[in-house]
């Protein structure tokens, strides 16, 4: 006789259907939750070794930084000492700019004139004084404009004081000039370029008289004529 199954077993299969898609939804789930915890861990380290590189960058940024802030103090130090370099050797050669500058006053001023004032401002240097005509003022000016340590000079005033009172008749014309001073290294070179040439006419001159001296020399053996006048007065006798 042949089996019937009379039990309600298209239910139970539907509950072992469900019971494992239940079961594949749970594992789907959990791996789905691992995948998710590992991903997290995985971002969680890289955002800790960007951090640890953050905090590397930033504490060698700081240190670049005092770097830096020595770099400028030492940069600072640096002009500092090379102004003081500049300044003493300006005034190394302002020294020697005087002393040639007072001597240059002295041999520049003609007669007839006299200063009254000096002032220097910078490379500027402004005279005051009093001559005795427009001519004197004008042979100054040129004396200065020759000189190798005193440049080109500007005539700013000249007045004919005459019938003012305190006023020297012989002088009665008042000036005021601006000369422009040579740098020292600029006047000493045009000083020895100048030197040459003095030192070459100097020499054409000396030996002018030197072959002259022999001409003077041979000219009284020439004039010796006379000399057969002595026979003639030793027959007098």
């Known amino acids: 006789m042949a089996k019937i199954n009379l039990l309600p077993w298209r239910a139970e299969r ?62 600072k130090t640096r002009s500092a000492l090379l102004t003081r370099k500049e300044i003493i050797e300006q005034l190394q050669s302002n020294r020697s700019q005087m002393v040639h ?26 005279l005051e004084g009093i001559a005795e005509s427009n001519s004197r003022v004008a ?15 500007d005539l700013r005033k000249i007045e004919n004081k005459t019938g003012s009172k305190d006023v020297d008749k012989k002088m009665p014309y008042e000036f005021s000039l601006d000369v422009k001073l040579r740098k020292p290294e600029d006047a000493q070179k045009d000083e020895q370029d100048g030197a040459a040439p003095a030192g070459a006419d100097a020499s054409a001159p000396a030996a002018a008289p030197a072959s002259a001296a022999p001409a003077t020399a041979a000219r009284p053996p020439a004039a010796t004529p006379p000399a057969p006048a002595t026979p003639a007065t030793g027959e007098k006798k």
């Open 14 to 75: 539907r509950k072992q259907r469900e019971r494992e898609f239940y079961m594949m939804l749970l594992g789907a789930g959990v791996a789905a939750l691992a995948a998710l915890l590992l991903a997290i861990g995985w971002m969680d380290h890289l955002i800790g070794d960007q951090t640890d590189r953050n905090t590397y960058f930033q504490q060698q940024i700081k240190t670049l930084d005092k770097q830096i802030e020595e770099i400028k103090e030492l940069d």
């Open 101 to 126: 500058l007072f001597d240059e006053m002295v041999r520049t001023i003609p007669d007839g004139v006299r200063l009254t004032s000096m002032k220097q401002a910078g490379d500027t240097l402004t």
């Open 139 to 153: 042979a100054y000016m040129r004396n200065i404009d020759g000189s190798p340590w005193m440049g080109r000079s």
